[in-house]
């Protein structure tokens, strides 16, 4: 017996496809191919169009509270959660892309807020985080919220379909990579540098862009 596919599933495989094409000019039959299913079967898992775009929605909400959860677990390591909050960061930016939310913003107003509220939230955690990290002086004392301002735009900006390889001769890697590692710097205070273990970030981050290839 083949297990039943789950509304999740789907909603795993339009992700990628709504980070780079307007929602709004989707239309059921574009959806339903996207997911590799019939129209029949898609309406059997979302009663619309509508419903698909609040699950989206209901997920990013989901992830970003997630991530609350990780900078406040003082059973991780201030440094390995400041790795974490990076990778988040960047799932944050691919799967809320600009095209994403100013589509929502205009279609789907209520959604946009929620978003927003949750965003908000999480920058809050994510500032009281890196502020605890400099009192304990782990972090180097700089301006938090600027600090996340600054990782949200470059990664959007790295994101970009035209940014790598067209203008400064980087891969989508490299371009990451090497951001990760300035933040590293700016953030970590020099005496705590050396204990950092990077092994796994790489890793991370090309199974992250892998996704979305």
Known sequence: MRKPVSAEHYISKIKPVIRKTRFSQLKIDDIAKHMDISKVTLYKHFSSKDEIIEQVVEHGINYLQQA???VNDD???FIERFQKTFLQSLICVIYLSDLFLQDLKEYYPRLFETLVVAQQ???K???TFFESGMDKKIFNRIHAMLSLVQDDATLRRIMEPTFS???YDLTLKQ???EFY???RYQVIRPEYLDSVDDSDIEKEIVRILQSIS
């Open 175 to 177: 371009a990451v990579m």
């Open 125 to 127: 955690n994510l500032q």
């Open 181 to 183: 590692k300035m933040k």
């Open 121 to 123: 939230n999480r920058n």
């Open 68 to 70: 609350d959860a990780v």
């Open 165 to 167: 390889i067209q203008w």
């Open 75 to 77: 059973s991780v390591s």
